[in-house]
């Protein structure tokens, strides 16, 4: 049963915690989840609404996104140990 937790909310848009990608975007309810791509991005790929521009800066977290939402601009991790540390306050990461 794949799930999506909502962890934090970010400036302007939310993070989740996921364990595989979702089929909808659980804030804003549209099916524009694409695999997100650290990076200036190719102009190929500025336009392909299967990739999630991150931009050039990584997000402040142990992991990387996998996925962000091309509507609300929503970010999403894998679960994992790390993650959970972090979120915990158990893990230093800056
Ligand atoms: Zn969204």
């Known amino acids: 049963m794949a799930y ?10 939310k993070w989740y ?8 975007c659980p ?3 549209k099916k524009t989840i694409a695999k997100a791509v650290l990076g200036y991005p190719l102009e190929e790929d500025w336009y392909n609404d299967k990739i999630f521009n ?3 800066l990584p997000t ?6 996998k996925f962000g939402c091309n ?8 679960d994992t140990p790390k993650a959970r540390a972090y979120l915990n306050g158990e893990y230093d990461w800056y």
Request: one cysteine or more.
């Open 60 to 65: 402040p977290f142990p992991e990387q996104e």
């Open 54 to 56: 991150i931009g050039c």
């Open 17 to 24: 915690l996921i364990d595989r990608k979702p089929s909808k």
């Open 71 to 78: 509507t609300c601009d929503s970010r999403f991790f894998k």
């Open 27 to 29: 804030n804003c309810g």
């Open 4 to 13: 999506c937790e909502e962890i934090k909310d970010y400036e302007d848009h």
